[in-house]
């Protein structure tokens, strides 16, 4: 490898991606292609940077298998920042086998790292778990613990467990101060803020007040009866009944919650359930029926009973019952979740991490570019949506994941 070659590779591995191009940028060699597009993706144009780390993975004999992975774990890394979702990790797999194989530990660790951070923005945390386990990142260099300190915190947050998410990132905060890389640094910090700002909301006895993420795990672990508007579950200490395919019911549950220790009018449930203004006696039946159907769902945990007005909620152990609300109040609010992570996403990526059709969120997104909250650039297969990072709470309660039930 020739002295400039040397420079740049140098370079990108500090950050400075500028410094690279100067040294290879009129180059047309397998390694100046692979490190020119390392810097165009360093530089945020990721169309250019997948075309030259496909002319070096091509460019790279048959016999150079190793500098062939790398460009395949490169261009890996490329097409999650630009949020293509759909790619397939068996081509990601066997590259990262084959720098196993031949000794590459760093770079070879940063493949199973990228796979980590698809499964966690898809939701898989248990999956995410288990192949982040595999990894030692003891002999790895200071940027590649920071990076999978980072990791270990994000799967941490998204289970609430906050004082290991906080132990991690502190990890990671020293790690990338080793390592001298901006980025990264700011990379941490804009992690740390996650456990910093409101990430929920708590309404019980007719007031309202903000949670972080803390407060939520220490809510959950409380002896109070939670009635989640995040996950749409209804949970006490002991045990928990998912209410996610019963949105009728979880309505129910919710305006029962939100009224405790009062009861709920009957107009006022047959509104939140069935989106009607006015009764009639088909409304009352069908309310009757369905708290008939919430009562038993329940059972274990709270009674619903009937009063002269309406319907109230009764915990059995719990003290009381809250409602935990989700910090945005929106029918597409999961869709700016992702969105607000500042990168730039197809629908049909929106669509996998979500688990919905591609059409479902086509919608959404039209809802929101009308409503001025979203923006798209590009037509067709190109087209990217984009929208500013909301302000003021964090979006980890909002993300496609499931919070835990034990």
Same mark, same amino acid.
């Given at each position: ?44 144009? =990721? #169309? +250019? %940077?997948?075309?030259?780390? *496909?002319? !070096? ?6 016999? &150079? @298998?190793? $500098? ?100 991690? =990132? #502190? +990890? %990671?905060?020293?790690?990338? *101060?080793? !390592? ?6 700011? &990379? @941490?910090? $804009? ?110 945990? !709270? ?104």
């Amino acid at each position: 490898m020739d002295s400039l070659i040397t420079a740049a590779a140098r370079a990108l591995a500090v950050g400075d991606p500028l410094g690279a191009l100067k040294r290879v940028a009129l180059r047309d060699d397998a390694s100046a292609l692979a490190l020119r597009g390392i810097a165009m993706a360093q530089l945020g144009d =990721l #169309a +250019r %940077a997948k075309t030259l780390l *496909r002319r !070096a993975a091509r460019a790279f004999g048959p016999r &150079e @298998v190793v $500098s062939r992975a790398r460009c395949v774990v490169a261009e890996a890394e490329v097409a999650f920042a630009a949020r293509e979702l759909g790619w397939s990790t068996k081509a990601l797999d066997a590259a990262r086998a084959t720098l196993d194989a031949h000794g590459d530990r760093v770079n070879a660790a940063h493949a199973r790292h990228l796979a980590v951070r698809r499964l966690l923005l898809l939701g898989r945390l248990d999956d995410a778990e288990r192949a982040l386990a595999d990894v030692d990142p003891l002999p790895l260099p200071p940027a590649s613990r920071a990076s999978h300190d980072l990791l270990v915190a994000g799967i941490a947050m998204r289970r609430l467990r906050t004082s290991d998410a906080r132990a991690a =990132l #502190a +990890r %990671a905060e020293r790690a990338a *101060r080793d !390592a001298r890389i901006p980025a990264l640094s700011a &990379e @941490v910090e $804009s992690a740390r803020l996650v456990l910093d700002t409101p990430a929920a909301r708590l309404v019980a006895g007719g007031e309202e007040r903000q949670l972080r993420l803390e407060d939520v795990e220490a809510l959950l672990a409380s002896p109070a009866l939670v009635v989640d508007a995040c996950r749409y579950v209804v949970r006490d200490e002991r045990e928990s009944v998912s209410l996610a395919r019963r949105p009728v019911l979880f309505a129910l549950a919710r305006a029962l919650g939100e009224a405790w220790p009062h009861d709920a009018p009957r107009d006022v449930l047959i509104a939140r359930a069935f989106g009607s203004r006015f009764t009639d006696e088909s409304h009352r039946a069908r309310l009757r029926v369905e708290v008939a159907r919430l009562r038993t769902a329940v059972r274990s945990m !709270a009674d619903v009973r009937a009063t002269r007005r309406g319907f109230a909620l009764t915990p059995r152990r719990a003290r009381e019952v809250v409602v935990l609300a989700r910090p945005v109040e929106h029918e597409h609010a999961t869709v700016l979740a992702l969105l607000a992570d500042g990168e730039s996403w197809s629908s049909s990526a929106l669509g996998l991490a979500l688990g919905t059709s591609q059409r479902s969120v086509q919608r959404a997104l039209d809802a929101l570019a009308a409503a001025g909250r979203a923006q798209s650039f590009g037509r067709g297969r190109a087209r990217r949506w984009i929208t500013p990072p909301l302000p003021g709470f964090t979006t980890t309660l909002l993300l496609p994941a499931p919070l835990p039930t034990d």
